[in-house]
């Protein structure tokens, strides 16, 4: 626990301005890493008030008990939200973040945590010198916490991007613990309960009303462990529940934006092909791919990868070897 107290922490703040900001976090079962968390939260310096909303899911662990001693230390800054029983990870992200009501959200589930005391100041900074974006977000850096090893980055880049809804289409872009988004209001589809990931698609919904920053500053890390909702899934259920999403938000958007869905919907389906061939799962893998093949926006080059793959595995492994060497 961070040796601040709340007048301190509060002292910097301009009352006067009507700025605000509610970090919305969820959490279950993190007794391991949820002060970090909130330690990261409690440690930023800026000139506006925030607010720390903690969604807390009926954890088995003492996850509860250690943030309710945080919130008999900072009462006016920390509001917790709890279940009778456990509702699972997208109610709760949906019940927290309809909690939220400063002028901007920031992002960041328990298991997660901030590196930089500036970071909520530098992104709403940005944001409110720069009306068109309706979304502020950074690099991070990925951290094993079984093997206590850093695995890289996400995203990987040097400087910063300027990004739409269309890259959101692509691929997620960066990790949940570094969005700040201006607080639209928006109503949460019901859909989102049956997901198994509430950020991309609330990131495609909040990029419907503006441009995407990406800060090339590392100010957050990312956790992966085997007990984390989507690092502990295998590739191909990644895959699955990817094109449920794309599938949703296709219908979500009324179809205003189907060529370019479907086009990443029909890669995420040659990818599970190829795995299925890396698995030997033939059977699956022909399935997989002659689904690829009933979708109209498909893509020359990506069915020649399938095909190298399937009759040509060496030098697939080959031209793949090149590749990262090239790049």
Known sequence: MIKMTEQEIMGE??????????????????????????????MQRTTFPFEIIIGEDCSTDDTLKIINAYKSKYPNLIRVLTNDINIGMQKNFKNTFSACNGTYIALCEGDDFWTDVNKLQKQVGFLEENPEFAICCHKSENYNADTQTVMGYFPETAQDLELTIFD?????????????????????????????????????????????????????IYRVHQSGVWSSTTAIQQLDASIVLLNCMNDFFQKKYSVQLQKSITRYVLEKALIFLDLKQFVKARLCYEEYRSYESINFLYASKYFIKKNLSFCYSFIAHLYRIVR
């Not at 509610?22 to 949820?34: A, L, V």
């Not at 872009?173 to 509430?198: D, G, K, S």
Request: aromatic residues 14%.
């Open 13 to 42: 703040w301009n009352l006067k301005d009507s700025l605000s900001v509610s970090i919305c976090c969820i959490t279950y079962n993190h007794e391991k890493y949820i002060s970090e968390a909130i330690d990261g939260f409690l």
């Open 168 to 220: 959101l289409f692509e691929a997620n872009i960066a990790h949940t613990c570094t969005f700040v988004y201006r607080n639209q209001n928006i109503r949460i589809p019901l859909f989102f309960e049956n997901l198994q990931m509430a950020d991309w698609p609330l990131h495609m919904i909040q990029a419907g009303y503006g441009k995407i920053k990406v800060l090339s500053e590392n100010m957050a």
